[in-house]
């Protein structure tokens, strides 16, 4: 079998583009401009480059976007006065610390501090429970952008065993609730998991999000299998020159497209669908603050 290729790529586009309809047409009714704003600390290279695709793809949705940069000595009182403004500020809608923090600062104080209606990361503790309860939450951005592609690729996905590899509180935790809201029998595995190919096996849809690059290989994976590889992984790449990279999953793109029924590739997969999410959270946050 060779898996269909989940294009993520064209359906985060897609998002885009309702998304800035209704951006349009809050403008029109309204004469309103929803804001998202992007905190960064410190100079991540991997962060910069998120930050700017933030900001970038906000201003082409129709919205205003607001991108603080401190530096990485900031003292965490005052990336905590920053969020106190944030949240006072009526023009911004959606606020997004974006994570790892400098190790000085105390991210769950950070978080907890944001506003949860303007949290569009969904990390704050009210909406991780709020999700955990099966309430209305904001849920984060890249579990909630595997979703959609699963229930775009497979319609019903009640019944269905899932596996996600992965406990984080960023994509694991919050997918695995995400897929027992829409019914399925969920597991969740992580790197002390015993036996761990024979779990992925079992696996009708399988979420790769641990991180290590093409750890998962085409023989842990169910013929048929839906596979969503959240994993972004830099390797060296001789073969395209010396000192040259190339971004891999955390699955083994090949021998599992030989299997599956579906996969997402990296790039192009899962990676796009975040920020399309991001940008739908932020009218979320802004339509439920306005009824
Ligand atoms: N760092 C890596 N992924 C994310 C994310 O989804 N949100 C934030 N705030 N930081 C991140």
Known sequence: MTATRIDGKAFAATVRGKVADGVRALKDSHGITPGLAVVLVGEDPASQVYVRNKGLQTVEAGMQSF?????DTTPEADLLALVAALNADP????????????????????????????????FHVLNVGLLGTGQKAMVPCTPLGCLMMLRDHLGDLSGLN?????????????M?????GDSCTVTIAHSRTKDLAEVCRRADILVAAVGRPEMIPGD??????????????RIPAPEKGEGK???????????????????????????????????????????????
């Open 220 to 233: 842990w994976i169910k013929p048929g299998a839906t596979v969503i590889d959240v994993g972004i992984n």
């Open 176 to 180: 695995a609730q995400l897929l027992l």
């Open 91 to 122: 023009a911004v809608h959606g606020i997004l610390v974006q994570l790892p923090l400098p190790k000085h600062v105390d991210e769950a104080k950070v978080l907890a501090a944001i506003d949860p209606a303007k949290d569009v990361d969904g």
């Open 245 to 291: 990279t190339r971004l891999v999953g955390d699955v083994d793109y090949d021998s599992a497209a030989a299997v599956a029924g579906a996969i997402t590739p990296v790039p192009g997969g899962v990676g796009p669908m975040t920020i399309a999410c991001l940008l739908a959270n932020t009218l979320t946050a802004y339509c439920r603050a306005n009824g």
């Open 162 to 174: 899932a596996v996600v590899v992965g406990r984080s509180n960023i994509v694991g935790k919050p």
């Open 67 to 71: 991108e603080h940069k401190l530096a």
